[in-house]
């Protein structure tokens, strides 16, 4: 397949710079199928877009304020995003710039006046594509560090400063390891849950840490190309449980974002409950778990989008192109959709 394929235009003005209030005002557009014209509503009516007997699955990763402006010993600046830890006090991290950094240097604090303030990193090895291994030194816990020096590193295509950086959370947000927001939970509420609660349908959680496999841009000219970066995940007993109930019950598992679409069939791919996932869903790939999907208007040429294309088919487009003609808003602070998946044959 052609990236080509999954481009579309996205005018500027469609990104959204600031997240709807309350969360669960954001629009909703609801596929019934290829035979069924779309329907217009709002993240709030989810209850009523659901059966009695169906499960609806959340990611509750937690964002950390991954992303850190240090300074060299020469006071040049270096930009760190933190993408997964490795082990004791070491990560891999995301260096800007990459080409100039050094292995053994320290990075320091960058002080308000410009100068270079006590060291807080001290660089490892090259790992590749501007990845570094780097190491927090002294004896303050990483999260204390990072709540001190660290801001929440929200998209590039996002401007506007976030007034509230729990706004960047979902509101059963209680993991931190994520580096990026699982953006299609920040539209619920606990009216949204209470709603799903009183419909009957059960809600349960599993964890897909958001890293650099999430949100790496696809450079390869063919999707078959792109390879994912590895990503934990972990699909809890009780989920296993709830989703082995609601078939036998004949309702639905919905998806709340491609993370969880991606922990899901991860599970059901390998029979591994927890562990690492580069897999990279596109084309016919043979969905196992996931019926309905709810999820953010995507980045074109994303492998967000891939996925959705080989969920619902080519019928994506005229959605999205639906979408663009009535106004909705698009990727992280955006509206949302909700779909079924296509029929194999």
Known sequence: MDVADYDYELPEARIAQVPVEPRHAA???????PDAPVRHHRVVDLADLVGPGDLVVVNDTRVIPARLHLRRATGAAVELLLLEELAGRSWEALVRPSRRVRSGEELHVAEADGSVGPPVVRVGEAIGEGRWSITFGGDEPVHVVLGRLGEVPLPPYISAPLADAERYQTVYARRPGSV???????HLTPTVLDGLARRGVEVGSVELVVGLGTFRPITADRVEDHRMHAERYVVPDDVQAAIARTRAGGGQVVAIGTT??????????????????????????????????????????????????????????????????????FLSFGDAMLVHRAHRR
């Open 180 to 186: 990026a927001a699982p953006t299609a939970g920040l």
């Open 27 to 33: 629009r909703l557009l609801v596929d019934d199928g």
């Open 260 to 329: 969880v679409v991606r922990a899901l069939e991860s599970w059901a791919a390998t029979g591994e409950a927890s562990g690492r996932t580069e897999l990279f869903i596109h084309g016919d790939h043979e969905f196992r778990v996931v019926d309905r999907l709810l999820t953010n208007f995507h980045v074109p040429r994303s492998s967000l989008l891939v996925l959705l294309g080989a969920f619902v088919g080519p019928r994506w487009r005229s959605m999205y192109a639906e979408a663009l003609e009535h106004g909705y808003r």
